[in-house]
Every structure is written in C-alpha cells, then in structure tokens.
C-alpha cells in the first residue's frame, strides 16, 4: 500500500463540540516538483459513547472542579475507542492496518489558554489534549503522532490554528483569494491572497461555532444540534443580545488570536437562558446571527471580502447559517469543501493526518505569521510502542 | 563528546516526595560483549520553587478538587524548571548541551491507578505523569523521551516499577543474590538471584517510604524530613497504631503490585495526628518502624533474606532507618547504591536516562515478569521539536 513515495496516514479528531471521532485514511506523497499530493482514502465518523461524551463536557464545563482520575481514566479511554475507529476504517476500506505508517491523532483538547499570565516569573500559557499516543500505538501497533500544538506554544506561539500549513498545501490558488473557514464547536479561517507565501497567511478563530447555538438547543430542546437550522429560522433576532454578545472584545480584536470553551461557553449565554422574556427558538435565531455575524466581520476586518470562501464542518450543514453568511458576505464565493474531494467533517482529521506525515519528514507543522510562535518546530510527539 | 558507540543522556526524575528535581548525566554504550555499559559524567539535585511543589502537592493530596488550569500550567511551567536544571547541570560539568542526545524524562506522577475498575466495559487503569515533552525539546533543542508507563499499563500492565531493567543491567550479579531497594516517596526491591535472567526478576513496591514520615514531620514539626531519623530515635513505638497500618492488604499482598500516595497519603494516618494521646515524635518513630518493617517483611516473604541490599533513595539517609532495616534483616548485607557508584538520590534519574537510551536503540523497557504486561513495549514517546 506504500511505494517508495507515498505513506498511508490515519488522521484523528475530536473537537471541543464532542459531536464524534472524525477519522480520515490519506495516501500522501511528493511529486516531481517537490509539491505534497494527498489521495484520501476513506473517511468515517464514529460515536463517542455517551458517559465519555458526558465525562469530557463536564470536563470542559466545569474545569474546576475536576478529579484528576477522570482526566487520566480519559487519557487511557479515548486511545482505546480511536483504536476501533480506526480498525472500523480499515475494515470498511479494505485496509490492512499494519499498512498504516502513521496516526496523527490530535486528542481532546481539555484546555488551551495560550494567554501569558505569568507565575513567578514564568508564563503560565498553555494546552492540554488528552488521549495518550503511547497507549493508542501500543494497541494498535502503528506509530502515533500526538501533542501537536505545545511546542508552539513553548515558543510563545497561540498553538492554534494549526490548519493553515494544510489549508497552504492543498487549497491555496495562484491566481485566487481563498478563505478556508472551518465551522465545528468554535469557528476559525485562514486567509490566502492569490499566490502568497507561506508567510503571507493569517489565520485565527473568529469566534463560535456551533458550541453556542448547540448548548442552547440541548438546553431549551434536548436535541444535539439546530438540524438544517430549522429552529433558528423559525425565530427572531434579539438585537440586545446580539449587540451584549457582539461587545466581546476577542471578535474584533486583531489576530493572532485563538479561542476555546473558556470564553464561548453556557456561562456567556446562561442570564438569556434563564431570562423568560426570550424565547428558545428567539434565542438560537440570534445565536446563529451571532455566529455568522462574528464570521464575516472578521473577514471584512481583517481580510477582502471577495476571495472564495471554502467552507467545512458540521456547522456547514446548518442550512440557515449558511444562508446568513451568503448574506452577510455578498461579495464572496461560498462554496463547500466537499467540492474539493474533502467532506467537510473530516477535513481537520485530515488535517492533523498531514502534520503527522510532515512529522515524520522532519517538516515544521506551525505558520509563524499564523500562531506567533519565535520559531518553526517539528508539531507532535511520535509514540511507537511496539 | 558522542563517539560512534556512546549516547550522552541526561536523566530527570522528579518523585511523589517532590523533594527536588534530580538530574543525572551519563554515557551509554555497548560494550563488545553486547553489554551496556554506564559512565556517570555528573549529577544535581535542584530545587523546585516552592510555588510549584505547592501546586503539585495539592494535586496529589486533593486529586478531587482539581482545576484543570493548575494541571494544564504545570504541564508548561515543570519542563521549564527542567530546562534550566539540565543547563545547571552541563554548566557544572562542563557539558555542551548540544552533545546530549537525548533527556530521559519521568514527569511528575499526579496519578497512578493501575488496578482495573471498569466504565462501559472499558477498563480505567491509567497513569498520569505531566510535563510536556514537546515544551521541554522545544526549550532544550534535545530529543526527549518521556511518558515510560503507559504502554505497559495498555497491555495490562502495573507501568511500574521501571527501574529493574537498569537493575538488572548495571547491579545484578553471576554469584550473588541482589536485592536493590529505593526508598523514595514511596519504597520499592527489585530482587535479582544469583545469574538470573531478565524474566527471573520480581520488583514491586512494598510500601511507604518517605511519605508518611515526612508528612508527620511537616504537620507536627513544619520541617521537610527527618534529619538523620533523630526525631524517631527519640520516640517510642505506638502498637496499636503499627498493628493498624500493617493490617493493610497491600502490604503483604502478592507482586506484581505497584501503589502510590493514592493509598499512602495524610488520610491514613491522620487519626493518630488528631489523638492528644500521641506524642508527635512517638509517631514518627512508629512511621519509621512501620516504612522499615513493610520492607523487611517484603522482602522475607518474596525473596531471599540472605542477600546483598543496595539501597538508595533520600530515605537511605535516615539512619534510624537503615539501623532498623539492619535490625529487622539481620541476614542480609544492606550496603548503599554509593559504593556502586551510583549517588543514592540520583539512581532514578539515572534510570530514566538509561530508559531513554534503550528506547532510542529500539529495546523494550518493561519487564514483564515484573509489570505484568501481555508484552515487551518501547517505553516512551519521543519529542524533537526543533
């Protein structure tokens, strides 16, 4: 399955809106100009069972108070359930897994605050992603590239986002403006003018993703998601809330940026919850503005308007979300990244099955001009076990 | 500084006694008989803030209010403190930092529960040691090798103890029984008889080690330890108390087992610290009898009594509690890991040293007959972040 040129490589991940192991099976190689091919193999979306999904929320909802065995019970779960993702992938693409040259798994992120508040003199800025490469590799018996974003991080960077040196690779354009945007718990985008260099990209969250519009439609609904964003259109916008949430400092404030649960999460959103004169279907509509919104004023801000936008993640398939940003961008092409051969809920485990492939050639996985960090370095960690 | 043949590796271990950070440098070889070899360059034992042994203590002894920020800063504030020990350490020994191949480190165990509850079918064993290797390589520009248990604990393993391998290779002996002894935070043997092979090894820990006494000495006294064991030797033995703390199953329990301050904490003993009847320097004496006679009856009940015991570990200090081991084992030659060489508080730093070089050559870590593990594993993850 790997000649000479090529490695198969399993990509894995999780994000902070726990909505499923996203798996991803690329074949990548170099071509004759020295450029980097993917081939995607495979994709499939797995279940978190519901007492991990449930463990991890309240982790990241409730981060202090938590028991250090479930966060070290968690980092030895995941890898087992990411081991059966993958040997599920293998068996539904008829693939050997011991073929398999590497898994880029970037794990669930429980905290990431790449702020520099300081302790005795040193900077507390961190992340932290659970699942444990050592146990993933010694169960499946394949190498695993893990831990992505710390040694950026180490080097003053944000850690994040690390999708652009992908977004570069695959999706930048000689003669085009393209902005890949990338919707699942929290929204980010990477901003490419028509034949940049690597240097040239930005790069940041712009805010929420789903994670807002998500918790509220649990909360008021008991359902997962706002599906086909039927309930957000059956609403109306509540323009104090809208305006209360726009006020946040992180939406215009100039990248590098990255953000997480510790800033959108219930607590931002818990007084209109509870407040009886909003209405829960009034809630999500101006939830989904919001979303949309703090999406496009970032590209109207900080990049052109009229590039093409490709969008991924499952926030995507939010009909009416869609539908805002088409209409709050009128000036941009809005198209999926399906229609590049990457389905938009596997794009970031395809993603991160590249910075392991880059990993393992002895490539910088950060963007400098991107995450801020003083220096390129080799992103992950490899475990090998066996 | 590296010939063809020889690794320069540097070794860190910081243990549940938090009593520092120690450091040891060496260089590892095959010798032409296949053997490796051992030559210490250089070794220190650094502070750690008071800040941090703070945090970290309070993770340890209140693993049920944690919040995941302290865990997360940790994670990036320890490599740092271990960055600047290893620069301390290449200063003082005249040591380029270039020439280390690579760190060994341990990280800081925070949790260690190898036992097999279950969650949905999926057991919970787990470990958890933080300091991020990729912060520490990304700050050191050396490799590092770290996260040594998990793998083994992923093939139903106990992930500790890890130090028989390095036992077994530089101490054990054609025509003498060995029994090594580390009387860390917690105490544990490896027992190597006469020419045995490497499955012949049986290591476990058999107890508490500094951990109770130290924390006595601390809640009573506010000092850290024990000097010399003086308060001991000026109490009296509680019976009732050292009947009670004997009377633990693990104990006398059947290796392979493996414990941590998840069993030996304050809570243990803090009846005895809260009785007015008790004289505080009775019950350190008590807590020094109690630490000498887990070992010794350990040792008399899984292995030879007569036999050489080369201890090491901050605990070898206390004299009071070598002269009751001597007194408990009378059969036994208790010598100290000194006269090998090998500084007593070093021994585990140098351990891990030698962890990281066997990974490096690709040689499984775990003994098996030790662990308990389905299988040999590479022990470690490797980060090389620049």
Known sequence: MNDSNSMLICGLMTGTSLDGIDCALAKFSVDSKGKHQMEIISSLTDEMPFEIKDKISSLIVSPDKVHISDISM???????????????????????????????????????????????NMSTASTLQIASASVLSALSGTKVVADFRSADIALGGQGAPLVPIFDYNFLSCADEDIITLNIGGISNITIMPAGCSEEEISAFDTGPGNTLIDYAMRRAYGREYDRDGKIAR???????????????????????????????????????????????????????????????????????????????????????????????????????????????DTKEALCFAYLAYRRLLGLHGNVQSVTGASGKVLCGIIADSR
């Open 234 to 344: 059956s609403g109306f916008l509540i323009p104090d809330m809208l305006e209360e949430l726009m006020s946040l400092p992180y939406i215009k404030s100039k990248p590098p940026k990255s953000t997480g649960r510790e800033l959108f999460n219930p607590d931002l959103i818990r007084q209109f919850m509870l407040d009886n004169r909003y209405l829960p279907e009034d809630i999500v509509r101006t939830l989904t503005e919001y979303t949309a919104l703090t999406i496009a004023e970032n590209i109207k801000i900080f990049a052109s308007e009229k590039a093409t936008i490709i969008a991924s993640g499952g926030g995507i398939r939010n009909l009416f979300l869609k539908e805002l940003l088409n209409e709050k961008l009128p000036d941009s092409k809005i198209v999926t990244s399906d229609e590049y051969g990457i389905e938009g």
């Open 74 to 120: 968690l980092n030895f779960a995941l890898p087992k359930l990411f081991d059966s993702s993958i040997r599920k992938l293998c068996s539904e693409s008829g693939t050997d897994i011991a073929d398999i040259v590497a898994v880029g798994m970037h794990g669930q992120t429980i905290w990431h605050d790449p702020t520099a508040d300081r302790l005795r």
